[in-house]
T-cell receptor, first 113, second 118 residues
Framework: GENVEQHPSTLSVQEGDSAVIKCTYS??????FPWYKQELGKGPQLIID?????GEKKDQRIAVTLNKTAKHFSLHITETQPEDSAVYFC????????????FGRGTSLIVHP | DAGVIQSPRHEVTEMGQEVTLRCKPI?????LFWYRQTMMRGLELLIY????????DSGMPEDRFSAKMPNASFSTLKIQPSEPRDSAVYFC????????????????FGPGTRLTVL
């Protein structure tokens, strides 16, 4: 089955800096890669996603890049703000039938004011 | 839409007691997932349903765990008897699965139930 590795497990940045979280996956058949943000006491919420036919996608301060050859994808957050502090999860899924994502272990992002 | 609704939000019980967690998926969604989240193991998929039918329960830890989905708007996860190692946050998520190759089937998570077994 699919295996997703996520790094780093903890990331501490100063407000205004950029943050990058990286994930690798094992199954080349995976074609959908969502990113979730989990705030304290809440469930994970989708913030951005990318399909395998796209190399990069942006939404305001966040962007995701995908390298299918290397089987890795990354989340980039620019101009970080304290409210970006949360746990971020990447996931990968293989097409066909019901969508069952394999999640990374999560990255705890801390943005210091 | 109110999103995925879970109840209770917090549950504290004693070892050996039966625990029932409840979930109401987003209206119109046809897939429902139960996850368990712990510091040690991260986010684990326990079971998922498609059109109210359990498709894969290989993540259910043992026979003490059972899940049902009697209709499209309600699901339960039951633990009987509960043990301290079951303490975790349990999430329910739902999605619309079209089955198409390029379907993204985005999952929407509920707020979770924090279970503490003493």
């Amino acid at each position: 089955g699919e295996n997703v590795e996520q790094h780093p497990s903890t990331l501490s940045v100063q407000e205004g800096d950029s943050a990058v979280i990286k994930c690798t996956y094992s199954d080349s058949a995976s074609n959908y890669f969502p990113w979730y943000k989990q705030e304290l006491g809440k469930g994970p919420q989708l913030i951005i996603d990318i399909r395998s036919n796209v190399g990069e996608k942006k939404d305001q301060r966040i962007a995701v890049t995908l390298n299918k050859t290397a089987k890795h994808f990354s989340l980039h957050i620019t101009e970080t703000q304290p409210e970006d502090s949360a746990v971020y999860f990447c996931a990968a899924s293989i097409p066909g039938g019901s969508y069952i994502p394999t999640f990374g272990r999560g990255t705890s992002l801390i943005v210091h004011p | 839409d109110a999103g995925v609704i879970q109840s209770p939000r917090h549950e504290v019980t004693e070892m050996g007691q039966e625990v029932t967690l409840r979930c109401k998926p987003i209206s119109g969604h046809n897939s429902l997932f139960w996850y368990r989240q712990t510091m040690m193991r991260g986010l684990e998929l326990l079971i998922y349903f498609n059109n109210n039918v359990p498709i894969d329960d290989s993540g259910m830890p043992e026979d003490r765990f059972s899940a049902k989905m009697p209709n499209a708007s309600f699901s339960t996860l039951k633990i009987q008897p509960s043990e301290p190692r079951d303490s975790a946050v349990y999430f329910c998520a739902s999605s619309f699965s079209s089955g198409a190759y390029l379907s993204t089937d985005t999952q929407y998570f509920g707020p979770g139930t924090r279970l503490t077994v003493l």
